[in-house]
């Protein structure tokens, strides 16, 4: 099929939509036709609904392999080996480009073409769940193959996903615990500071919505006025305030090392995936 309404035809496959394979294909779809996407699941079911609720059509593995442009892999690291044994055939009869686009903690590009057994165009990413409405940060690294053209487009047709950083393979792992793991880290701030204005007595409704706005706002901030965190913070801590006691009992209880120590912990679980 040729997507004629999609820059340069572009054809999006899907192996893997759960959370994070699910979340890039409500991403593409912010941009991109129904008709350009194709998703695969080894749950049936869950492609079918969430090719029903966004206008896609649903393909066994190989059919994805063997239509798409960017072939985007959502599966586990640990099961990554056995279905790319399984599309291999397909993936080695194909006479026009492609690129392979992963998405696996702790496997390199390299770990890729070996499993896929060729020499294939390899894009690794790191996205993260807020991708699924356009707030993503998607880091990713290009490997040997993927030409510049090709990078232009995949960041085209992806960019409802929200910001994509590219950075060396090296710092993958490094990246993958700030980004990737960081929202589950933030969901546990926003939900602490929730329980904490319930314990004041605002009602759960609000608290958590004032919660999460608050970390919304902070952090555009950040990015549109460029000023550090730390100037920040300075300015809203007012000489004997409430913040800056707020503040002192954070960094009393071991707030920041405590933070820091949930991204080491989980780079080096990256690095074990491998």
Same mark, same amino acid.
């Given at each position: 099929m040729i997507c004629d309404n999609v820059p340069g035809g572009v054809k999006l496959g899907f192996i893997g939509v759960g959370n994070m394979g699910g979340a890039l294909v409500r991403a593409a779809r912010r941009t991109m036709p129904g008709e350009a996407i194709r998703i695969a699941n080894r749950s049936p079911e869950k492609a079918q609904a969430l090719a029903a609720e966004l206008s896609c059509q649903v393909q066994d593995n190989a059919g994805a392999a063997g239509w798409a442009d960017y072939l985007f892999l959502g599966v586990k690291p640990q099961m990554m080996a056995e279905m790319l044994a399984g599309i291999a055939p397909v993936l080695a009869a194909r006479k026009n480009r492609f690129v392979l686009v992963t998405m696996a903690a702790g496997l390199s590009v390299a770990d890729v073409q070996a499993m896929a057994g060729g020499d294939y165009p390899v894009l690794r990413i790191m996205p993260n769940t807020p991708a699924s409405i356009g707030e993503g940060m998607i880091l990713y690294t290009r490997g040997p193959g993927v030409t510049e053209e090709k990078e232009r487009v995949f960041l085209n047709a992806m960019r409802g996903a929200g910001r994509f950083s590219a950075i060396p393979e090296t710092l993958m792992d490094a990246g993958s615990a700030v980004a990737g793991c960081g929202p589950a880290f933030v969901d546990l701030f926003i939900e602490s500071l929730a329980d904490g204005g319930v314990a004041c007595g605002l009602p759960r409704p609000q608290a958590l919505e004032f919660a999460a706005q608050m970390v919304v706002g902070a952090g555009r901030l950040i990015l549109e006025t460029g000023r550090h965190p730390g100037e920040l913070k300075d300015a809203v801590c007012s000489p004997g305030g409430s913040t800056i006691q707020g503040v002192r009992k954070l960094e009393e209880l071991?707030?920041?090392?405590?933070?820091?120590? $949930?991204?080491?912990?989980?780079?080096?679980?990256?690095? $074990?995936?491998?």
């Open positions: 071991g707030f920041r090392g405590a933070v820091m120590d $949930a991204v080491i912990a989980a780079c080096e679980k990256n690095g $074990a995936l491998k």
